[in-house]
Nanobody, 122 residues
């Protein structure tokens, strides 16, 4: 079982910054890691993701220019730097890792973290 572990959520004022981290502690091949967010009653939406090799990034339009995703391949960790935060960024942020089960010739599978709450409020 693969269990991504998130950290870094909390309460921040509008215009402030937070940095989220997610690590996959298991020794496994990771294809991509990403961040999604969800508010009650709504679907879980992509915020940003990144391929571990070669580091290609994708962002939701709503966060472009404000959020930056990065990764440390050796540490199997992905970061989400969130700047210029807005109240509408308030959500539970989930980390997703797409990994190879059974080695490089196995199959790909998604695993989710338990989520970390980000609240943007004055």
């Amino acid at each position: 079982q693969v269990q991504p572990v998130e950290s870094g959520g909390g309460l921040v004022q509008p215009g402030g910054s937070l940095r989220l981290s997610c690590v996959v502690p298991e020794s496994i091949i990771i294809n991509t890691m990403g961040w999604y967010r969800q508010v009650p009653g709504q679907e879980r939406d992509l915020v940003a993701d990144i391929t571990m090799v070669p580091g290609i990034t994708t962002y939701a339009d709503s966060v472009k220019g404000r959020f930056t995703i990065s990764r440390d391949k050796a540490k199997k960790t992905v970061y989400l730097q969130m700047d210029s935060l807005k109240p509408e960024d308030t959500a539970v942020y989930f980390c997703k890792a797409n990994v190879m089960i059974g080695g490089p010739f196995g199959y790909a599978k998604d695993y989710w973290g338990k989520g970390t709450l980000v609240t943007v409020s004055s």
